[in-house]
């Protein structure tokens, strides 16, 4: 079993004091289904990536922004989950932030973007 506390702590002050900012650890993979604990210190940005067949962004503490090229998809903040687009994105963190990505790698189709 997980504890997602320990996994969300040891990951945001991993972000913290990482160069880049940021930090992630795979917590469940089960086929095709990945959970993923991401941590990103406050103004790092997940540069413009193809979103996966499914995916959903929960977000455990601080807030992030979805970004759709230049444009807002969303500001989601502590206990807020979210169903990700099907379009290119990028992800920034508004403040220090720890998320649970949760992505279906694969149903026969192409990643979306």
Known sequence: MTNLAEVTARNLDNALTANNG????LVAHDGVLRQS???LRAG???QEHNSPPAA???VLSG???V???DK???HFKENELWVLTHERHSVIAVEDCVFLLTTVTS???ESHG
């Open 107 to 109: 149903t026969g189709e």
């Open 67 to 69: 970004e759709i090229g």
């Open 44 to 46: 790092t940005r997940l």
């Open 56 to 58: 959903t962004l929960q």
């Open 22 to 25: 940021r930090s992630a650890e």
């Open 63 to 65: 807030s992030v922004r």
């Open 37 to 39: 604990i991401i941590a």
């Open 72 to 74: 807002e998809q969303g």
